[in-house]
């Protein structure tokens, strides 16, 4: 049973970086203000996406998957931005608090994607090299391989 559930919610604005002008401007022009940022966990297949819907109007203006290997930068104690192939995000946080509360999450879902991968790939590994073999992996951790 799929159950989809936030782990966090913070204020903040959502910036995008603009190459041409070498300036951070909202995600969407004309969209200035906050929004409410949440972190979602779908427990059913292990993802997160990072959801912010504007306060003033209640308009998603980010709609984002969480994905191993995500480069999460503190850039200071109320700014953080990440980046993708064609985009720097950033949010600007209501409040220091608000943003420890965010990239706990963040950091939270980056290390369960990544103790995944790495389970996967064990499982991988370890039934490659044995005949017949069944594998239950749970956090990183082989519990049975017979």
Known sequence: ????????QARASVMVYDDGSKKWVPI???????SRINIYHNTANNTFRVVGVKLQ?????????IVKGL??????????QWRDARQVYGLNFASKE???????AMLFALNVLSRLFMCLALCVCV????C???????????????
């Open 132 to 146: 017949v073999c069944v594998c239950v992996c749970v956090c990183a951790r082989i519990l049975a391989c017979v």
């Open 127 to 130: 039934c490659v090299c044995v």
């Open 57 to 65: 109007d209640q308009q998603v203006v980010i709609n984002y998957s």
């Open 1 to 8: 049973l799929a159950t989809i559930q936030s782990i966090c």
């Open 71 to 80: 480069k999460y930068n503190q850039a200071t104690p109320t700014f953080h």
């Open 98 to 104: 608000e943003a420890t509360t965010f990239s706990n």
């Open 28 to 34: 969407k022009p004309g969209q200035q203000g906050f």
